[in-house]
């Protein structure tokens, strides 16, 4: 109760939604309610400019450049990586490479340290609650490997079975791959837990934190994870643009992935020395703007506080469960103890997608569907939900206007 009367006294979600330009138009003649941020998340004036004044005053590409622009644009692309360093709490620079976003930061793994290191009859722990980019990328080693590729159970409630995920580990087990947070239930997994198991068995651990980093403080070294992956776009920044984190050491022993451009030192028909890290696992041009965008919106976030944010979701999360709870023939589906600001529900004899129809006449923009958690879906036999994700300047009213948003879905199909 005290975190939540320090928040309303401290929060200013009002100055906060000035940030966002597109908070203030219209869709379909009614005000905008965006409460689709698990997909992706609207960006800020102080990101927009940034971006602006990137392409304005300092495009070129970077590094080997020796003319103004181009040392320019590699000092901001640069500090951007230091920031983000500086944001997660990594031991060093050289664990943070840049690449398109989570999707491909844990393919990298995947196809590199993967490739590398799992064999015939190994195997790799994901859970039951995993997003598919968590789940294909693992299938399609385990496959060419002949791996097994075991799942961790998950209770009703949405949280995992940590006991059974213990019981699961033994020598076998190279890789226990694990969201920070369910983008379709907003579980939040006991990762200390999850990752302490792991390193006991001698297994390394990577983390999907798609979801992780827009609502908790993430400190890798304290986590202790190997890999830890997210995308920008779903923390207020651009898209396009994500980071690995990987322990220095692993990256260091890990092949390249891709070929050409920043990520060799020389060439010859012969032979092909490899850059230094990160630059071994960043391929071609990157995307410099992107890079830079992304370190001002963890900037963003950071000049409001890390922890006001949570308490403020935790608050927003909590009011609008019970408010749609309220509503007759409405079931939640996941409801663990401890959750990110994601609602995903049912409405007794209404399919999803005409839920989001309904709410998008209604300004009222959800996801609906399986948000590429399928077997997720099959495990709750439920063929999709609606899903309510909400950010930091989401408000109790928006809430409210879901709730009001619902009650007229129930009147056009009742």
């Known amino acids: 109760m005290s975190a939540v009367i320090e928040t309303k006294s401290t929060y200013d979600v009002a100055a906060v939604r000035r940030d966002f330009p597109i908070l203030a138009r219209d869709v379909r003649g009614k005000r905008l309610v965006y409460l689709d941020n698990a997909a992706t998340t609207q960006k800020p004036r102080q990101v927009i400019d940034r971006l602006v004044r990137y392409y304005s005053e300092e495009n070129s590409n970077v590094h080997r450049g020796v003319h103004y622009l181009s040392e320019l644009a590699t000092l901001e692309y640069e500090n951007a990586r230091a920031y983000i360093r500086r944001f997660l709490n990594a031991r060093d620079e050289k664990e943070i490479v840049f690449t398109r976003g989570t999707t491909e930061s844990i393919n990298l793994v995947a196809q590199t340290w993967g490739r590398a290191n799992v064999r015939e009859g190994d195997e790799i722990l994901i859970s039951a609650i995993e997003h598919h980019s ?29 006991d059974a995920y213990e019981r699961m580990l033994n020598p076998r087990v190279k890789l226990v791959a694990v969201g920070h947070a369910s983008n379709a239930l907003g579980t939040i997994n006991p990762l200390r837990r999850i990752i302490g198991a792991a390193h006991a068995n001698g297994s390394l651990v990577l ?15 304290a986590l202790d994870c190997d890999f830890y992956a997210f995308s920008g776009h779903k923390v207020y920044g651009p898209t396009g643009i994500g980071v690995l984190y990987g322990k220095q050491e692993l990256l260091e022993a890990m092949p390249p992935w891709q070929g050409g451009g920043d990520m060799i030192l020389s060439v010859s028909f012969e032979k092909t020395t490899y850059n230094a890290l990160p630059y071994k696992f960043e391929a071609g041009t990157p995307n410099i703007a992107g890079a830079i965008g992304l370190a001002a ?32 023939g409405l079931r939640l589906i996941g409801t663990a103890r401890g959750k990110a600001a994601v609602i995903s529900f049912v409405l007794e004899g209404v399919h999803p997608h005409d839920i989001g129809t309904v709410l998008d006449q209604e300004g009222i923009a959800v996801r609906t569907g399986h948000h590429c958690a399928q077997p997720l879906m099959m495990r709750f036999n439920v063929p999709a939900t609606g899903r309510a994700s909400f950010g930091l300047y989401n408000t109790r009213e928006e809430a409210d206007a879901l709730v009001a948003g619902l009650h007229k879905v129930i009147e056009v199909f009742r």
């Open 297 to 328: 919106a963890l900037q963003y976030v950071a000049s409001i506080g890390l922890d006001a944010i949570a308490a403020y979701e935790h608050e927003l999360l909590v009011y609008a469960a019970a408010r749609l709870q309220e509503i007759e």
């Open 134 to 162: 968590n789940i294909v990328p693992w299938q399609m080693l385990c496959a060419e490997k002949q791996a097994s590729l075991r799942i961790i159970p998950v209770f009703d409630n949405g949280e995992l079975d940590l």
């Open 207 to 221: 983390v999907d934190g798609a979801q992780g980093v827009p609502h908790l403080t993430v400190d890798l070294q």
